[in-house]
């Protein structure tokens, strides 16, 4: 009986072998995966709240992603509070979002890559620091972030050339009521 369940022991660990195997290969292949990936812990943690990056110790909103886009002159090159919404959320590694409000966007990537977010954050309310500017995209990279978003369409235009980016040294998002 000992020798038997060994042997199935062993036949397990081998299968696992070639299960990872088989993952790999898949992962080669191009196939998506749904795992949640969490490259970074939160730096603190409240009922209803995670933050990302550095403490965010004053958690009163500023402007709406709206609003700041609206006045972009008197902002440009400076450091903002902005609340919105998280649409997608690059799924290779979480390391930027599109946050959005009403009809505005904004790419947010985190100040020396210092951090990520979930992948699994799409649709959470969201209230970010940092600087916030203007910038024009090469196709390769336009194309490259449309990847990375899990997107198929590698298609860019001109809309999609031109953006509004905040580089975030703290990412506060609300979790699901």
Not at 10 to 21: D, E, H, N, T
Not at 57 to 85: C, F, H, M, N
Request: charged fraction near 20%; include cysteine.
């Amino acid at each position: 009986m000992q020798v038997r369940i060994e042997m199935r022991f062993a036949r397990f660990l081998l299968s696992g072998v070639s299960i990872s195997v088989l993952f790999v290969a898949t992962v080669l292949a191009g196939t998506k995966s749904t795992a949640v990936l969490r490259l970074s812990e939160a730096v603190e943690t409240g009922p209803n709240y995670e933050v990302f990056g550095a403490p965010m110790p004053d958690k009163t909103v500023g402007l709406s992603l709206s609003e700041l886009i609206a006045q972009k002159q008197d902002y440009l090159g400076k450091e903002v509070r902005v609340y919105a919404t998280i649409t997608q959320v690059c799924q290779a590694k979480g390391c930027f979002f599109i946050a959005v409000q009403d009809d505005r966007w904004a790419r947010i990537t985190f100040r020396d890559y210092a951090f990520f977010v979930p992948t699994n954050t799409a649709k959470s309310r969201v209230l970010i620091e940092g600087v916030f500017s203007e910038t024009k995209l090469s196709t390769a990279q336009a194309q490259h972030y449309q990847t990375d978003l899990g997107s198929s369409d590698n298609s860019a235009d001109a809309r999609s050339l031109q953006e509004y980016s905040i580089i975030a040294s703290s990412v506060l998002i609300r979790k699901p009521i």
